[in-house]
C-alpha cells in the first residue's frame, strides 16, 4: 500500500510563500506522475499541477501563472509545491495524489494540508 504524506501548510500573508512536501512511502512504490489538487471552501476540488517522474515533465493549471512551482526528489519520492506571491484565493486545502501508470486515474492520496492566505 502506498501512502503519500503532506506537509508544509499553515497561515502567510497575501504576497508570502510557502513550500508544499508530499512525501510517498510503502512497498515497491512505482510512480508514473504526481500531482496537486487544492479544494476551497464551497468549491470543487480543483487540479493545480503535477510532475511526471520519468522525465520530470511539468504541466501546470492555467491559474497557476508562473506563481507556483512544482519539483520532485526522485530518490527520496517526494514532490515539492513552491507557492510565491499567495493570494487568499489560494486558500484551501492542499492534496497530493500519486498514479502508478499514465492510464491509470490517482490512486492514492495524501490526506491534505490547510493553507490560509490572509489580506
Known amino acids: 500500500q502506498v501512502q503519500l504524506v503532506e506537509s508544509g501548510g499553515g497561515l502567510v500573508q497575501a504576497g508570502g510563500s510557502l513550500r508544499l512536501s508530499c512525501a510517498a512511502s510503502?512497498?515497491?512504490?512505482?510512480?508514473?506522475?504526481m500531482g496537486w489538487f487544492r479544494q476551497a471552501p464551497g468549491k470543487e476540488r480543483a487540479f493545480v499541477g503535477k510532475?511526471?517522474?520519468?522525465?520530470?515533465?511539468?504541466y501546470y493549471a492555467d491559474f497557476v501563472k508562473g506563481r507556483f512551482i512544482i519539483s520532485g526528489d526522485f530518490v527520496k519520492n517526494t514532490m515539492y509545491l513552491q507557492m510565491d506571491s499567495l493570494k487568499p484565493e489560494d486558500t484551501a486545502v492542499y492534496s497530493c495524489?500519486?498514479?502508478?501508470?499514465?492510464?491509470?486515474?490517482?490512486?492514492?492520496w495524501g490526506q491534505g494540508t490547510q493553507v490560509t492566505v490572509s489580506s
Open positions: 510532475i511526471r517522474w520519468s522525465d520530470a515533465d511539468i
Open positions: 510503502g512497498r515497491a512504490v512505482r510512480i508514473y506522475d
Open positions: 495524489a500519486l498514479r502508478s501508470s499514465r492510464l491509470a486515474s490517482y490512486e492514492f
